[in-house]
């Protein structure tokens, strides 16, 4: 089997594997007052100071550890969401870990706003800016969509927003971001950051939380004091370790010419959802009048496995985010493609073969 879905996760490397079950070995409580306990309490720390400075992270700033990025999303959510005499300001193309819980306090009457997409997948400045006033405490902005690749340019954004109202809170969720783009939180200037390791080569349960100032921030899990009191549970010493382990190991890759190679063999119809300010380890292509999930399967059938759209949302009946971007005829024919380094480009121009092929088949089928 060929994958071709690695922004759905990916395969863990060897070196994070190993660190990983090496420091099983470490097992004791970091909490714990004996030596041994204290010896991995001080890891986790030098860890953290290594994330802070690979992220380029303020002064004052800190990251915790959480069991995923949902966790760290909705820990967010949970901080900045309080009043309801205030404004809540989304991009529509949010990961589900964000958009379902901001559903959720739009419907229990909080202002939440959702701003619509450009075509080319990023949010819509002039309409998000339109938005931004006194009365606004939160802007929550996806760094990289998970659906399409498409990168919105943090930087500028935050600091118009910034601009306007310098008590905004502004997050991003860099799950997508981390790895592909070089990520320096000083410049981006946001008050919160969500990484997660699975998507990185990384194990999977393990993501970290940057948070601008901490002695704002109220633990979304309580009922201990680890993690400098912002987040309980016992830590997931193994996790962190192997996850530090992957982001050392982080190369930005060009794949470009994968991509290519891919889109030259296709001559049916679709729309190129990924096109320019996108990442390029990411390729959302809708095909006209064709089901996404019936090309996935007949892929699978071939030895390559492709995804649909993000697979946290693999059962909802219509793509919510692409529905901002193509019209209907396209919408239910999504498929996408996302690239690890194991991939070669032979093994993209025979995937866009048999991409092509298949659809072909299933137009000729329905006919
Ligand atoms: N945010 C984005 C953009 C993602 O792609 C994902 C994973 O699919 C998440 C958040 C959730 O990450 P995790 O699986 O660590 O909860």
């Given at each position: 089997m060929k994958y071709f879905d690695n922004s759905a996760t990916t395969k863990i490397s060897e070196k994070s594997l190993a660190s990983y079950i090496n420091a099983t070995?470490?097992?004791?409580?970091?909490?714990?007052?004996?030596q041994p306990s204290s010896h991995t309490k001080s890891i986790i720390e030098t860890i953290r100071e290594y994330f802070l400075k690979f992220l380029h992270a303020d002064k004052n700033s800190t990251i915790i550890f959480t069991g995923c990025a949902t966790e760290g999303n909705n820990s967010v959510l949970s901080n900045c969401i309080i009043r309801k005499d205030k404004k809540y300001i989304f991009s529509a193309g949010e990961h589900s870990s964000i958009y379902v819980p901001a559903k959720k306090f739009l419907e229990a009457g909080f202002n939440v706003i959702f701003v619509p997409l450009k075509e080319n997948g990023s949010i819509d400045e002039e309409k998000l800016l339109q938005e931004i006033d006194d009365n606004v405490a939160f802007v929550s902005i996806i760094h990289v969509s998970n659906e399409t690749g498409a990168i919105n340019d943090i930087e500028t954004l935050t600091k118009k927003i910034k601009a306007i109202n310098p008590n905004i809170l502004v997050h991003s969720d860099g799950v997508q971001a981390l790895g592909k783009l070089d990520i320096n939180l000083k410049h981006l200037g946001v008050d919160f950051y969500t990484i997660s390791a699975h998507k990185i080569n990384g194990p999977k349960g393990i993501g970290a939380l940057y948070i601008a100032h901490p002695n704002k921030f109220k633990p979304f899990l309580i009922g201990g004091e680890q993690e400098m009191s912002l987040r309980a549970g016992t830590e997931n010493f193994p996790a962190i370790v192997a996850f530090k382990t992957a982001l050392s190991d982080l190369k930005i890759h060009d794949y470009s010419k994968h991509k290519q190679a891919i889109l030259n063999e296709l001559k049916v119809d679709f729309?190129?959802?990924?096109?320019?300010?996108?990442?390029?380890n990411i390729i959302s292509l809708c095909f006209k009048n064709v089901r996404g999930e019936t090309i996935l399967h007949m892929l699978e059938a071939k030895g390559y496995l492709i995804g649909t759209g993000s697979s946290c949302n693999s059962k909802a009946k219509f793509n919510r985010v692409l529905a901002n971007i193509v019209s209907n005829e396209y919408l239910s024919g999504a498929v996408r493609i996302s690239f690890g380094s194991e991939i070669t480009i032979d093994d993209c121009t025979k995937l866009g073969i048999e991409l092509n092929n298949a659809v072909t088949e299933y137009i000729k089928r329905i006919k």
């Open positions: 070995e470490q097992y004791f409580n970091p909490s714990s007052l004996y729309v190129l959802v990924s096109q320019n300010e996108c990442v390029d």
